[in-house]
């Protein structure tokens, strides 16, 4: 099995990446990235800065120019538009924390729910007893909401689409100790459902309490695979790839 990869019981459940390429223009940002998102499993994306991590989440979306390679989404390709790709059960939370500001917490959670039927889908009652902070303002605008306040905002409504696989970038970039510790509760919840997580995470500490597969990127390639075991055993091994020297 390629060091990449990561073993399931189920090769289809899971979303999975084939030697991916992403490309800006001429750029060629990602080189043959090939790793498995199995489902109720939270993988880490690591690595500094510039390095290709939120570039892999936005290639998932086709947010970027070009992709080669295959990304497959429990067994089918995962490629068209953004809205495609959404709809057949892949969401992302971006960096810049959009939030429709002219609508009430509870509207912007509200426009958010896509029911799937299942038993387990998140309700809105659900998501803000991991946010309580919400469940006090639900009648106030979100745009005059505080960025940590935003940030949870935007995670309880991706939690609210109900996806088979849900990717955060930089969730808790900037946000106290108290809202880093809702995230955590959030990617737990989903994992708890059977919801896959991408994380691209600059806080090792967060990463490494919720990760279960860990990647580090370097210069658009998968530098180094551990699972959490190897991880836990040897937190070094991290460390050591993500100081600037």
């Known amino acids: 099995m390629n060091a990449t990869t990561t073993e399931t019981d189920d090769r289809h459940l899971m979303m999975r990446y084939e030697n991916v390429s992403a490309f800006y223009g001429q750029s060629q940002i990602l080189h043959e990235l090939s790793f498995d998102v199995p489902q109720a499993s939270v993988v880490c ?9 939120t570039t892999t989440l936005r290639a998932t979306m086709g947010l970027v120019d070009r992709i080669d390679g295959r990304i497959t989404l429990n067994g089918k390709d995962l490629s068209g538009p953004t809205f495609r790709r959404s ?17 009430t917490i509870r ?3 509200e426009v958010a729910i896509r029911p799937t039927g299942r038993s387990d889908d998140f309700s809105i009652e659900e998501v803000i007893e991991i946010f309580p902070r919400l469940s006090e303002r639900m009648s106030q605008k979100a745009g005059t909401l505080s960025g940590g306040e935003q940030q949870m905002l935007v995670v309880a409504r991706a939690m609210l689409v109900n996806p088979a696989y849900m990717m955060l970038d930089e969730p808790t970039e900037g946000l106290a100790p108290s809202y880093v510790e809702a995230i955590r509760e959030s990617i737990e919840a989903a994992r708890d459902r059977g919801i896959g997580v991408i994380l691209v995470e600059q806080s090792l500490q967060l990463a490494m309490s919720v990760g279960d597969f860990f990647h580090i990127i370097e210069n658009g390639h998968i530098a180094q695979s551990l699972t959490r075991e190897e991880a836990l055993a040897d937190p070094s091994r991290i460390e050591t790839a993500l100081t600037v020297e």
């Open 45 to 53: 994306l690591l690595g500094l800065n510039g390095m290709g991590k």
């Open 87 to 103: 709809q057949m059960g892949v969401t992302l939370v971006p960096e810049d924390r959009k939030v429709f500001s002219n609508l």
């Open 107 to 109: 509207e912007n959670l």
